[in-house]
Protein backbone atom coordinates (compact mmCIF):
# COMPACT_ATOMS: atom_id res chain seq x y z
CA UNK A 1 0.00 0.00 0.00
CA UNK A 2 0.95 3.28 -0.72
CA UNK A 3 1.14 4.51 2.87
CA UNK A 4 3.41 1.97 3.72
CA UNK A 5 5.98 2.52 0.71
CA UNK A 6 6.31 6.46 1.26
CA UNK A 7 6.34 6.03 4.87
CA UNK A 8 9.54 3.80 4.28
CA UNK A 9 10.99 6.41 2.20
CA UNK A 10 10.68 8.97 4.62
CA UNK A 11 12.07 6.98 6.96
CA UNK A 12 14.82 5.20 5.13
CA UNK A 13 15.72 8.99 4.24
CA UNK A 14 15.79 10.63 7.74
CA UNK A 15 17.65 7.77 9.47
CA UNK A 16 20.39 7.05 7.60
CA UNK A 17 22.59 9.58 9.51
CA UNK A 18 21.80 7.62 12.36
CA UNK A 19 24.27 5.06 11.52
CA UNK A 20 22.03 2.30 13.18
CA UNK A 21 23.88 -0.65 12.34
CA UNK A 22 22.04 -3.64 11.09
CA UNK A 23 22.44 -6.43 13.40
CA UNK A 24 22.66 -9.99 11.22
CA UNK A 25 22.52 -13.11 13.39
CA UNK A 26 19.58 -12.59 15.42
CA UNK A 27 19.11 -16.04 16.44
CA UNK A 28 15.80 -15.51 18.46
CA UNK A 29 12.53 -14.08 17.54
CA UNK A 30 8.84 -14.57 18.74
CA UNK A 31 5.98 -13.30 17.22
CA UNK A 32 2.69 -10.88 17.76
CA UNK A 33 -0.26 -10.09 15.77
CA UNK A 34 -0.87 -6.09 16.12
CA UNK A 35 -4.54 -5.89 17.84
CA UNK A 36 -7.33 -3.75 17.14
CA UNK A 37 -6.61 -1.89 20.40
CA UNK A 38 -3.26 -0.92 19.75
CA UNK A 39 -3.68 0.57 16.58
CA UNK A 40 -4.51 4.65 16.48
CA UNK A 41 -6.65 7.15 14.63
CA UNK A 42 -3.82 7.23 11.71
CA UNK A 43 -5.06 3.64 11.06
CA UNK A 44 -1.52 1.94 12.62
CA UNK A 45 0.17 0.65 15.46
CA UNK A 46 0.43 3.54 17.69
CA UNK A 47 4.12 4.10 18.76
CA UNK A 48 4.01 3.57 22.30
CA UNK A 49 3.18 -0.56 21.52
CA UNK A 50 6.92 -1.12 20.12
CA UNK A 51 7.81 -0.67 23.67
CA UNK A 52 5.19 -3.61 25.18
CA UNK A 53 6.42 -5.67 21.88
CA UNK A 54 10.53 -5.34 22.73
CA UNK A 55 9.33 -6.41 26.74
CA UNK A 56 7.51 -9.71 25.10
CA UNK A 57 10.08 -10.60 23.37
CA UNK A 58 12.39 -9.81 26.06
CA UNK A 59 10.68 -12.16 28.59
CA UNK A 60 10.42 -14.93 25.48
CA UNK A 61 14.00 -14.49 25.42
CA UNK A 62 14.74 -14.80 28.87
CA UNK A 63 12.03 -18.07 29.34
CA UNK A 64 14.24 -19.34 26.28
CA UNK A 65 17.87 -18.92 27.51
CA UNK A 66 17.72 -17.94 31.11
CA UNK A 67 15.19 -19.84 32.90
CA UNK A 68 12.52 -16.83 32.64
CA UNK A 69 12.31 -13.84 34.23
CA UNK A 70 10.71 -15.27 37.28
CA UNK A 71 14.18 -17.11 37.79
CA UNK A 72 15.68 -14.34 37.97
CA UNK A 73 13.86 -12.92 40.22
CA UNK A 74 13.68 -16.35 42.50
CA UNK A 75 17.69 -15.83 42.44
CA UNK A 76 17.49 -12.32 44.09
CA UNK A 77 17.38 -9.77 41.41
CA UNK A 78 15.57 -6.95 39.90
CA UNK A 79 16.18 -5.46 36.42
CA UNK A 80 15.38 -1.73 35.62
CA UNK A 81 14.76 -0.05 32.70
CA UNK A 82 17.04 2.55 31.79
CA UNK A 83 16.89 3.82 28.18
CA UNK A 84 14.66 2.89 25.18
CA UNK A 85 15.24 3.91 21.35
CA UNK A 86 12.62 2.83 18.93
CA UNK A 87 13.42 3.57 14.95
CA UNK A 88 10.16 3.24 12.89
CA UNK A 89 10.76 2.73 8.94
CA UNK A 90 7.46 1.31 7.84
CA UNK A 91 3.89 1.02 9.93
CA UNK A 92 2.24 -1.57 11.44
CA UNK A 93 -1.06 -2.32 10.86
CA UNK A 94 -4.15 -4.14 12.33
CA UNK A 95 -4.25 -8.10 12.42
CA UNK A 96 -0.13 -8.15 10.76
CA UNK A 97 1.55 -10.77 12.06
CA UNK A 98 5.53 -8.98 13.22
CA UNK A 99 8.28 -10.96 14.18
CA UNK A 100 10.52 -9.43 17.16
CA UNK A 101 13.95 -10.60 16.32
CA UNK A 102 15.83 -10.23 19.83
CA UNK A 103 19.38 -10.68 21.10
CA UNK A 104 21.41 -9.45 24.23
CA UNK A 105 23.80 -6.97 22.34
CA UNK A 106 26.15 -5.86 25.03
CA UNK A 107 26.30 -6.86 29.25
CA UNK A 108 28.62 -5.33 30.74
CA UNK A 109 28.85 -5.16 34.73
CA UNK A 110 25.29 -4.25 35.91
CA UNK A 111 24.03 -3.62 32.42
CA UNK A 112 22.86 -4.85 29.41
CA UNK A 113 21.53 -3.81 26.20
CA UNK A 114 18.79 -5.78 24.10
CA UNK A 115 18.60 -5.05 20.58
CA UNK A 116 15.64 -5.80 18.65
CA UNK A 117 14.44 -5.93 15.01
CA UNK A 118 10.82 -6.12 13.94
CA UNK A 119 9.97 -7.86 10.23
CA UNK A 120 6.67 -8.35 8.70
CA UNK A 121 7.15 -11.14 5.86
CA UNK A 122 11.03 -10.99 6.02
CA UNK A 123 11.29 -7.29 5.47
CA UNK A 124 12.38 -4.87 8.83
CA UNK A 125 9.63 -2.55 9.49
CA UNK A 126 11.38 -1.25 13.09
CA UNK A 127 14.38 -1.73 14.90
CA UNK A 128 15.41 -0.70 18.67
CA UNK A 129 17.20 -1.35 21.76
CA UNK A 130 16.30 -1.00 25.62
CA UNK A 131 19.48 -0.90 27.74
CA UNK A 132 18.53 -2.04 31.29
CA UNK A 133 20.55 -2.64 34.77
CA UNK A 134 20.65 -5.64 37.19
CA UNK A 135 19.49 -4.91 40.84
CA UNK A 136 19.98 -6.40 43.86
CA UNK A 137 16.01 -6.91 44.74
CA UNK A 138 16.88 -6.34 48.34
CA UNK A 139 19.42 -3.23 48.83
CA UNK A 140 18.35 -2.24 44.75
CA UNK A 141 22.09 -1.27 44.52
CA UNK A 142 23.13 -2.14 41.18
CA UNK A 143 25.13 -5.73 41.00
CA UNK A 144 27.03 -7.90 38.35
CA UNK A 145 24.45 -9.93 36.28
CA UNK A 146 24.18 -13.67 37.83
CA UNK A 147 26.93 -15.07 36.20
CA UNK A 148 24.54 -18.39 35.36
CA UNK A 149 22.57 -15.98 33.47
CA UNK A 150 25.38 -14.24 31.46
CA UNK A 151 26.29 -17.79 30.72
CA UNK A 152 23.31 -18.36 29.39
CA UNK A 153 23.29 -15.66 27.22
CA UNK A 154 27.11 -15.93 25.82
CA UNK A 155 26.03 -19.36 25.27
CA UNK A 156 23.00 -18.27 23.39
CA UNK A 157 24.53 -15.64 21.42
CA UNK A 158 27.77 -17.63 20.72
CA UNK A 159 25.71 -19.64 18.31
CA UNK A 160 24.45 -17.13 16.03
CA UNK B 1 13.20 6.49 48.87
CA UNK B 2 15.82 4.23 48.37
CA UNK B 3 14.56 2.44 45.55
CA UNK B 4 14.59 5.90 43.84
CA UNK B 5 17.92 6.84 44.88
CA UNK B 6 19.38 3.73 44.16
CA UNK B 7 18.09 3.52 40.63
CA UNK B 8 19.17 7.74 40.02
CA UNK B 9 22.62 6.31 40.77
CA UNK B 10 22.29 3.48 37.98
CA UNK B 11 20.49 5.82 35.21
CA UNK B 12 22.93 8.24 36.11
CA UNK B 13 26.00 6.21 35.95
CA UNK B 14 24.71 4.11 32.99
CA UNK B 15 24.19 7.16 31.08
CA UNK B 16 26.94 9.82 31.01
CA UNK B 17 28.31 7.87 28.33
CA UNK B 18 25.61 9.05 26.20
CA UNK B 19 26.40 12.77 26.37
CA UNK B 20 22.84 13.53 26.44
CA UNK B 21 23.03 17.43 26.41
CA UNK B 22 20.79 18.72 28.93
CA UNK B 23 18.59 21.62 27.24
CA UNK B 24 18.10 24.61 28.91
CA UNK B 25 15.17 26.68 28.14
CA UNK B 26 12.34 24.76 27.51
CA UNK B 27 9.47 27.08 27.62
CA UNK B 28 7.18 25.10 27.52
CA UNK B 29 5.35 22.62 29.57
CA UNK B 30 2.01 20.32 30.72
CA UNK B 31 1.48 18.42 33.54
CA UNK B 32 -0.24 15.06 33.61
CA UNK B 33 -0.55 12.93 36.85
CA UNK B 34 0.17 9.35 36.50
CA UNK B 35 -2.89 6.95 36.72
CA UNK B 36 -3.07 3.86 38.35
CA UNK B 37 -3.31 2.12 35.11
CA UNK B 38 -0.10 2.97 33.67
CA UNK B 39 1.58 1.25 36.83
CA UNK B 40 3.17 -2.17 36.40
CA UNK B 41 3.78 -4.70 38.88
CA UNK B 42 6.93 -3.45 39.85
CA UNK B 43 5.16 -0.55 41.31
CA UNK B 44 6.29 2.37 39.22
CA UNK B 45 5.15 3.71 35.80
CA UNK B 46 5.99 1.27 32.35
CA UNK B 47 8.38 2.22 30.42
CA UNK B 48 6.06 2.82 27.25
CA UNK B 49 3.86 5.48 28.89
CA UNK B 50 6.23 7.79 28.61
CA UNK B 51 6.10 8.09 25.01
CA UNK B 52 2.33 8.24 25.40
CA UNK B 53 3.19 11.68 27.91
CA UNK B 54 5.78 13.06 25.34
CA UNK B 55 2.45 13.04 22.79
CA UNK B 56 0.33 14.27 25.23
CA UNK B 57 3.07 17.38 25.39
CA UNK B 58 3.32 18.04 21.68
CA UNK B 59 -0.06 17.55 21.36
CA UNK B 60 -0.49 20.54 24.00
CA UNK B 61 2.20 22.08 22.36
CA UNK B 62 0.93 22.52 18.89
CA UNK B 63 -2.49 23.50 20.63
CA UNK B 64 -0.16 26.68 22.20
CA UNK B 65 1.82 27.30 19.57
CA UNK B 66 0.56 26.45 16.49
CA UNK B 67 -3.27 26.79 16.54
CA UNK B 68 -2.91 22.63 17.05
CA UNK B 69 -2.87 19.63 15.61
CA UNK B 70 -6.29 19.94 13.60
CA UNK B 71 -5.31 23.09 12.20
CA UNK B 72 -2.44 20.99 10.94
CA UNK B 73 -4.61 18.36 9.44
CA UNK B 74 -6.73 20.69 7.70
CA UNK B 75 -4.19 22.59 5.99
CA UNK B 76 -3.59 19.02 4.17
CA UNK B 77 -0.66 17.92 6.48
CA UNK B 78 -0.14 14.88 8.31
CA UNK B 79 3.00 13.43 10.51
CA UNK B 80 4.92 10.53 11.22
CA UNK B 81 6.87 9.33 13.89
CA UNK B 82 10.24 8.14 12.91
CA UNK B 83 12.20 7.89 15.97
CA UNK B 84 11.53 7.50 19.74
CA UNK B 85 13.92 7.67 22.73
CA UNK B 86 13.25 7.68 26.53
CA UNK B 87 16.09 7.73 29.43
CA UNK B 88 14.62 6.68 32.19
CA UNK B 89 16.59 8.58 35.02
CA UNK B 90 14.28 7.82 38.10
CA UNK B 91 11.31 5.62 38.37
CA UNK B 92 7.53 7.50 38.25
CA UNK B 93 4.68 6.15 40.71
CA UNK B 94 1.18 6.08 40.83
CA UNK B 95 -0.42 9.50 41.39
CA UNK B 96 3.22 11.81 41.09
CA UNK B 97 2.39 14.96 39.31
CA UNK B 98 4.72 15.07 36.65
CA UNK B 99 5.80 18.18 34.45
CA UNK B 100 6.87 17.11 30.67
CA UNK B 101 8.66 19.91 29.38
CA UNK B 102 8.53 20.53 25.33
CA UNK B 103 10.40 22.15 22.66
CA UNK B 104 10.99 21.38 18.90
CA UNK B 105 14.93 20.97 18.93
CA UNK B 106 15.43 21.04 15.15
CA UNK B 107 13.32 21.36 12.03
CA UNK B 108 14.88 20.48 8.67
CA UNK B 109 12.91 20.14 5.35
CA UNK B 110 10.12 17.76 6.13
CA UNK B 111 11.72 16.53 9.37
CA UNK B 112 11.87 17.66 12.88
CA UNK B 113 12.51 17.02 16.09
CA UNK B 114 11.10 17.40 19.81
CA UNK B 115 12.92 17.19 23.27
CA UNK B 116 11.58 16.42 26.17
CA UNK B 117 12.14 16.57 30.10
CA UNK B 118 9.89 15.64 32.81
CA UNK B 119 10.52 16.80 36.06
CA UNK B 120 8.64 15.95 39.95
CA UNK B 121 9.22 18.47 42.22
CA UNK B 122 11.57 19.90 39.78
CA UNK B 123 13.73 17.25 39.72
CA UNK B 124 14.61 15.39 35.57
CA UNK B 125 13.32 12.07 35.97
CA UNK B 126 13.27 11.16 32.29
CA UNK B 127 14.08 12.65 29.13
CA UNK B 128 13.86 12.02 25.54
CA UNK B 129 12.92 12.90 21.69
CA UNK B 130 10.92 11.75 19.19
CA UNK B 131 11.54 12.67 15.23
CA UNK B 132 8.51 13.16 13.34
CA UNK B 133 8.39 13.55 9.36
CA UNK B 134 5.89 15.82 7.82
CA UNK B 135 3.82 14.43 4.77
CA UNK B 136 1.29 15.57 2.94
CA UNK B 137 -1.86 14.07 3.59
CA UNK B 138 -3.00 13.03 0.08
CA UNK B 139 0.18 11.93 -1.89
CA UNK B 140 1.78 10.54 1.58
CA UNK B 141 4.82 12.52 0.29
CA UNK B 142 7.68 13.99 2.79
CA UNK B 143 6.65 17.75 2.02
CA UNK B 144 8.09 21.01 3.87
CA UNK B 145 6.75 21.99 6.84
CA UNK B 146 4.25 24.62 6.05
CA UNK B 147 5.57 28.00 6.49
CA UNK B 148 3.15 29.38 9.14
CA UNK B 149 3.64 26.78 11.53
CA UNK B 150 7.77 26.79 10.89
CA UNK B 151 7.32 30.05 11.86
CA UNK B 152 5.06 29.74 14.73
CA UNK B 153 7.64 27.19 16.35
CA UNK B 154 10.95 29.79 15.31
CA UNK B 155 8.96 32.58 17.39
CA UNK B 156 8.37 30.27 20.28
CA UNK B 157 11.31 28.72 20.47
CA UNK B 158 13.44 31.96 20.19
CA UNK B 159 11.76 33.86 23.10
CA UNK B 160 12.78 30.87 25.44
CA UNK C 1 -20.93 14.69 12.62
CA UNK C 2 -22.96 11.53 10.98
CA UNK C 3 -21.36 8.54 12.71
CA UNK C 4 -22.18 10.04 16.56
CA UNK C 5 -25.73 10.40 15.46
CA UNK C 6 -26.28 7.26 13.74
CA UNK C 7 -24.26 5.45 16.74
CA UNK C 8 -25.88 7.21 19.58
CA UNK C 9 -29.24 6.17 17.80
CA UNK C 10 -27.99 2.72 18.13
CA UNK C 11 -26.92 2.94 21.43
CA UNK C 12 -30.23 3.76 22.66
CA UNK C 13 -32.29 1.37 20.86
CA UNK C 14 -30.41 -1.25 22.37
CA UNK C 15 -29.68 -0.42 25.89
CA UNK C 16 -33.47 0.41 26.58
CA UNK C 17 -34.29 -2.89 27.09
CA UNK C 18 -31.77 -2.52 30.48
CA UNK C 19 -33.50 -0.33 32.01
CA UNK C 20 -29.98 1.65 32.64
CA UNK C 21 -31.61 4.50 35.65
CA UNK C 22 -29.96 7.25 34.99
CA UNK C 23 -28.58 8.64 38.13
CA UNK C 24 -29.86 12.33 38.55
CA UNK C 25 -27.42 14.12 41.13
CA UNK C 26 -23.70 13.30 40.12
CA UNK C 27 -22.48 15.49 42.76
CA UNK C 28 -18.59 15.41 41.38
CA UNK C 29 -16.51 14.98 38.56
CA UNK C 30 -13.32 15.26 36.58
CA UNK C 31 -12.52 15.79 33.38
CA UNK C 32 -10.15 13.87 30.49
CA UNK C 33 -8.98 14.74 27.36
CA UNK C 34 -9.06 11.94 25.02
CA UNK C 35 -4.88 11.36 23.98
CA UNK C 36 -4.19 10.20 20.66
CA UNK C 37 -2.75 6.91 22.02
CA UNK C 38 -6.30 6.49 23.57
CA UNK C 39 -7.88 6.63 20.14
CA UNK C 40 -8.37 3.33 17.71
CA UNK C 41 -8.35 2.60 13.62
CA UNK C 42 -12.17 2.91 13.72
CA UNK C 43 -11.05 6.90 14.45
CA UNK C 44 -12.88 6.76 18.33
CA UNK C 45 -11.55 6.02 21.39
CA UNK C 46 -10.92 2.55 21.80
CA UNK C 47 -13.91 0.86 24.24
CA UNK C 48 -11.16 -0.01 26.69
CA UNK C 49 -10.13 3.36 27.90
CA UNK C 50 -13.50 4.09 29.88
CA UNK C 51 -12.80 2.08 32.10
CA UNK C 52 -9.14 4.01 32.49
CA UNK C 53 -11.07 6.86 32.87
CA UNK C 54 -13.48 5.94 35.62
CA UNK C 55 -10.55 4.44 37.63
CA UNK C 56 -8.71 8.41 37.12
CA UNK C 57 -12.19 9.56 38.13
CA UNK C 58 -12.85 6.87 41.18
CA UNK C 59 -9.02 7.89 42.35
CA UNK C 60 -10.19 12.05 42.33
CA UNK C 61 -13.32 11.38 43.96
CA UNK C 62 -11.24 9.57 46.77
CA UNK C 63 -8.83 12.59 47.08
CA UNK C 64 -11.45 14.59 47.39
CA UNK C 65 -13.55 13.20 50.28
CA UNK C 66 -11.80 10.44 51.95
CA UNK C 67 -8.41 11.58 51.62
CA UNK C 68 -6.58 10.29 48.88
CA UNK C 69 -6.33 6.34 47.87
CA UNK C 70 -2.67 6.58 49.34
CA UNK C 71 -4.73 7.00 53.08
CA UNK C 72 -7.10 4.13 52.89
CA UNK C 73 -3.64 1.99 51.80
CA UNK C 74 -1.98 3.48 54.99
CA UNK C 75 -5.32 2.61 57.28
CA UNK C 76 -4.52 -0.97 55.89
CA UNK C 77 -6.79 -1.89 53.44
CA UNK C 78 -6.54 -2.33 49.78
CA UNK C 79 -9.62 -2.72 47.33
CA UNK C 80 -10.37 -5.09 44.20
CA UNK C 81 -12.32 -4.96 41.15
CA UNK C 82 -14.96 -7.63 41.19
CA UNK C 83 -17.29 -5.63 38.12
CA UNK C 84 -17.27 -3.32 35.63
CA UNK C 85 -19.81 -2.06 33.50
CA UNK C 86 -19.98 0.21 30.84
CA UNK C 87 -22.69 1.81 27.87
CA UNK C 88 -21.53 3.27 24.89
CA UNK C 89 -23.53 5.92 23.92
CA UNK C 90 -21.57 8.29 21.11
CA UNK C 91 -18.01 8.05 20.49
CA UNK C 92 -15.51 10.22 21.72
CA UNK C 93 -12.57 11.20 19.31
CA UNK C 94 -9.61 12.59 19.97
CA UNK C 95 -8.64 15.71 21.76
CA UNK C 96 -12.48 15.49 23.12
CA UNK C 97 -12.73 17.30 26.65
CA UNK C 98 -14.82 14.65 28.65
CA UNK C 99 -16.22 15.47 32.46
CA UNK C 100 -16.84 11.80 34.33
CA UNK C 101 -19.43 12.08 36.28
CA UNK C 102 -18.41 9.94 39.38
CA UNK C 103 -20.82 9.21 42.74
CA UNK C 104 -20.74 6.32 45.23
CA UNK C 105 -24.28 4.35 44.24
CA UNK C 106 -24.07 1.71 46.86
CA UNK C 107 -22.04 0.61 50.50
CA UNK C 108 -22.88 -2.32 51.81
CA UNK C 109 -20.72 -4.76 54.14
CA UNK C 110 -17.38 -4.87 52.67
CA UNK C 111 -18.62 -3.90 48.75
CA UNK C 112 -19.61 -0.71 47.13
CA UNK C 113 -20.08 1.05 43.59
CA UNK C 114 -18.72 3.83 42.04
CA UNK C 115 -21.14 5.05 39.38
CA UNK C 116 -20.31 7.13 36.25
CA UNK C 117 -21.55 9.09 33.41
CA UNK C 118 -19.78 10.66 30.69
CA UNK C 119 -20.64 13.79 29.18
CA UNK C 120 -19.14 16.02 26.48
CA UNK C 121 -20.45 19.90 26.22
CA UNK C 122 -23.59 18.65 28.35
CA UNK C 123 -24.27 15.48 26.92
CA UNK C 124 -24.30 12.43 27.72
CA UNK C 125 -22.27 9.80 25.69
CA UNK C 126 -21.78 7.10 28.07
CA UNK C 127 -22.35 5.67 31.23
CA UNK C 128 -21.12 3.04 33.54
CA UNK C 129 -20.16 1.58 36.81
CA UNK C 130 -17.66 -0.44 38.94
CA UNK C 131 -17.89 -2.92 41.97
CA UNK C 132 -15.78 -3.28 44.37
CA UNK C 133 -14.65 -5.43 47.79
CA UNK C 134 -12.64 -3.65 50.38
CA UNK C 135 -10.24 -6.04 52.36
CA UNK C 136 -7.18 -5.84 54.69
CA UNK C 137 -4.21 -5.36 53.21
CA UNK C 138 -2.50 -8.11 55.63
CA UNK C 139 -5.12 -11.15 55.55
CA UNK C 140 -6.92 -10.16 52.03
CA UNK C 141 -10.12 -11.07 53.85
CA UNK C 142 -12.97 -9.10 52.60
CA UNK C 143 -13.70 -6.28 55.51
CA UNK C 144 -16.11 -4.03 56.31
CA UNK C 145 -15.19 -0.67 54.45
CA UNK C 146 -13.49 1.94 57.23
CA UNK C 147 -16.09 3.67 58.86
CA UNK C 148 -14.68 7.11 58.65
CA UNK C 149 -14.41 6.38 54.74
CA UNK C 150 -18.25 5.44 54.84
CA UNK C 151 -18.66 8.47 56.45
CA UNK C 152 -16.55 10.68 54.40
CA UNK C 153 -18.64 9.26 51.35
CA UNK C 154 -21.98 9.57 53.11
CA UNK C 155 -21.83 12.94 53.80
CA UNK C 156 -20.70 13.31 49.95
CA UNK C 157 -23.48 11.77 48.39
CA UNK C 158 -26.09 13.40 51.30
CA UNK C 159 -25.41 16.85 50.00
CA UNK C 160 -25.74 16.03 46.40
CA UNK D 1 -2.80 -18.42 46.56
CA UNK D 2 -4.12 -16.84 49.22
CA UNK D 3 -5.44 -13.64 47.17
CA UNK D 4 -6.78 -15.62 44.71
CA UNK D 5 -8.81 -17.38 46.98
CA UNK D 6 -10.18 -14.93 49.15
CA UNK D 7 -10.93 -12.51 46.03
CA UNK D 8 -12.48 -15.52 44.52
CA UNK D 9 -14.69 -15.69 47.67
CA UNK D 10 -15.53 -12.05 47.58
CA UNK D 11 -16.72 -12.02 43.87
CA UNK D 12 -18.81 -15.19 44.32
CA UNK D 13 -20.20 -13.67 46.90
CA UNK D 14 -21.03 -10.10 45.47
CA UNK D 15 -21.95 -11.76 42.08
CA UNK D 16 -24.31 -14.62 42.78
CA UNK D 17 -27.40 -11.83 43.24
CA UNK D 18 -26.52 -10.78 39.26
CA UNK D 19 -27.64 -14.49 38.32
CA UNK D 20 -24.85 -14.29 36.03
CA UNK D 21 -25.82 -17.79 33.87
CA UNK D 22 -22.68 -20.04 33.40
CA UNK D 23 -22.61 -21.09 29.23
CA UNK D 24 -22.00 -24.48 29.21
CA UNK D 25 -20.57 -25.23 25.31
CA UNK D 26 -17.92 -22.57 24.31
CA UNK D 27 -16.91 -24.53 21.43
CA UNK D 28 -13.98 -21.62 20.69
CA UNK D 29 -11.30 -20.04 22.36
CA UNK D 30 -7.73 -18.26 22.08
CA UNK D 31 -5.32 -18.09 24.34
CA UNK D 32 -3.32 -14.92 25.62
CA UNK D 33 -0.11 -14.82 27.76
CA UNK D 34 -0.70 -11.85 30.17
CA UNK D 35 2.29 -9.17 29.74
CA UNK D 36 4.14 -7.07 31.86
CA UNK D 37 3.16 -4.04 30.50
CA UNK D 38 -1.00 -5.50 31.64
CA UNK D 39 0.06 -5.53 35.02
CA UNK D 40 -0.31 -2.95 37.66
CA UNK D 41 1.05 -1.65 41.20
CA UNK D 42 -0.82 -4.35 42.91
CA UNK D 43 0.52 -6.67 41.13
CA UNK D 44 -2.52 -8.13 38.80
CA UNK D 45 -3.51 -7.54 35.67
CA UNK D 46 -5.19 -4.32 35.48
CA UNK D 47 -8.78 -4.49 35.19
CA UNK D 48 -9.10 -2.54 31.27
CA UNK D 49 -6.89 -4.92 29.80
CA UNK D 50 -9.81 -7.70 29.68
CA UNK D 51 -11.83 -5.95 26.95
CA UNK D 52 -8.79 -5.65 24.93
CA UNK D 53 -8.97 -9.63 25.55
CA UNK D 54 -12.05 -10.07 24.62
CA UNK D 55 -11.51 -7.92 21.55
CA UNK D 56 -8.62 -10.30 21.05
CA UNK D 57 -10.64 -13.83 21.21
CA UNK D 58 -13.42 -11.83 18.75
CA UNK D 59 -10.87 -11.32 15.99
CA UNK D 60 -9.69 -15.02 16.46
CA UNK D 61 -13.59 -16.06 16.59
CA UNK D 62 -14.36 -14.03 13.61
CA UNK D 63 -10.91 -15.28 11.49
CA UNK D 64 -12.23 -18.60 12.25
CA UNK D 65 -16.10 -18.88 11.27
CA UNK D 66 -16.57 -16.18 9.01
CA UNK D 67 -13.26 -14.72 6.99
CA UNK D 68 -11.85 -12.48 9.46
CA UNK D 69 -13.39 -9.31 10.44
CA UNK D 70 -11.44 -7.42 7.11
CA UNK D 71 -13.62 -9.69 5.13
CA UNK D 72 -16.28 -8.14 7.25
CA UNK D 73 -15.50 -4.82 6.46
CA UNK D 74 -14.76 -5.43 2.39
CA UNK D 75 -18.38 -6.57 2.35
CA UNK D 76 -19.18 -2.38 3.26
CA UNK D 77 -20.06 -2.77 7.22
CA UNK D 78 -18.68 -1.87 10.55
CA UNK D 79 -19.75 -3.09 14.19
CA UNK D 80 -19.17 -0.82 16.94
CA UNK D 81 -19.24 -1.86 20.86
CA UNK D 82 -22.59 -1.35 22.60
CA UNK D 83 -21.68 -2.75 25.63
CA UNK D 84 -19.05 -3.94 27.60
CA UNK D 85 -19.26 -5.97 30.77
CA UNK D 86 -16.43 -7.79 32.72
CA UNK D 87 -16.76 -10.02 35.97
CA UNK D 88 -13.32 -10.28 37.67
CA UNK D 89 -13.28 -13.64 39.50
CA UNK D 90 -9.69 -14.19 40.66
CA UNK D 91 -6.79 -12.09 39.40
CA UNK D 92 -4.72 -12.57 37.14
CA UNK D 93 -1.00 -12.50 36.91
CA UNK D 94 2.45 -11.85 34.78
CA UNK D 95 2.72 -14.33 32.36
CA UNK D 96 -0.42 -16.29 33.52
CA UNK D 97 -1.99 -18.06 30.68
CA UNK D 98 -5.11 -17.49 29.61
CA UNK D 99 -7.94 -19.31 27.52
CA UNK D 100 -10.58 -16.45 26.50
CA UNK D 101 -13.86 -19.19 25.41
CA UNK D 102 -15.79 -17.05 23.14
CA UNK D 103 -19.11 -17.32 21.49
CA UNK D 104 -22.02 -15.66 20.48
CA UNK D 105 -24.75 -15.49 22.87
CA UNK D 106 -27.32 -13.89 20.60
CA UNK D 107 -27.59 -12.37 16.76
CA UNK D 108 -30.42 -9.95 16.62
CA UNK D 109 -31.50 -7.39 13.46
CA UNK D 110 -28.25 -5.53 13.55
CA UNK D 111 -27.37 -6.26 17.05
CA UNK D 112 -25.12 -9.41 18.43
CA UNK D 113 -23.74 -9.79 21.94
CA UNK D 114 -20.58 -12.54 22.42
CA UNK D 115 -20.36 -13.90 25.56
CA UNK D 116 -16.82 -14.39 27.41
CA UNK D 117 -15.17 -16.84 29.86
CA UNK D 118 -11.45 -16.49 30.63
CA UNK D 119 -9.91 -19.92 32.40
CA UNK D 120 -6.68 -20.55 33.66
CA UNK D 121 -5.65 -23.69 34.47
CA UNK D 122 -9.13 -25.11 33.59
CA UNK D 123 -10.33 -22.63 36.62
CA UNK D 124 -13.10 -19.33 35.43
CA UNK D 125 -11.34 -16.28 36.39
CA UNK D 126 -12.98 -14.12 34.96
CA UNK D 127 -16.65 -13.91 32.32
CA UNK D 128 -17.82 -11.41 30.32
CA UNK D 129 -19.75 -10.24 27.31
CA UNK D 130 -19.74 -7.10 24.22
CA UNK D 131 -23.06 -6.28 22.66
CA UNK D 132 -22.15 -4.97 19.10
CA UNK D 133 -24.28 -3.12 16.29
CA UNK D 134 -23.69 -3.42 12.70
CA UNK D 135 -23.55 -0.62 10.58
CA UNK D 136 -23.53 -0.34 7.19
CA UNK D 137 -20.06 1.33 6.48
CA UNK D 138 -20.94 3.97 4.06
CA UNK D 139 -24.47 5.33 5.84
CA UNK D 140 -23.50 4.23 9.15
CA UNK D 141 -27.17 3.28 9.66
CA UNK D 142 -27.82 0.30 11.98
CA UNK D 143 -28.15 -2.70 9.27
CA UNK D 144 -28.76 -6.62 9.36
CA UNK D 145 -25.72 -8.18 9.94
CA UNK D 146 -25.05 -9.84 6.58
CA UNK D 147 -26.42 -12.98 6.31
CA UNK D 148 -23.30 -14.85 5.15
CA UNK D 149 -22.14 -13.97 8.66
CA UNK D 150 -25.10 -14.91 10.62
CA UNK D 151 -25.38 -18.00 8.71
CA UNK D 152 -21.66 -18.78 9.96
CA UNK D 153 -22.37 -18.46 13.45
CA UNK D 154 -25.24 -20.07 13.30
CA UNK D 155 -23.27 -23.37 12.16
CA UNK D 156 -20.51 -22.19 14.24
CA UNK D 157 -22.85 -22.16 17.50
CA UNK D 158 -24.97 -25.46 16.47
CA UNK D 159 -22.47 -27.75 16.59
CA UNK D 160 -20.67 -26.58 20.46
Redesign the interface.
Known sequence: M??AD??G???N???HS?RVTRVEGFRFSTDVTV???E??????A????Y??WF??AR?AYLAEYAG???AIREQGF?S?????????VQ?A???DRLRIHTRVGEVRG??FRFDYEITRDGEVIASGS??H?C?DAK????TRIPQNLADAIARAEASS
Open positions: ALKRQVGGVCLRFATDAQGVHNANLVEVVGYSEFVLESHVRYPRFDARTSAVTLRP
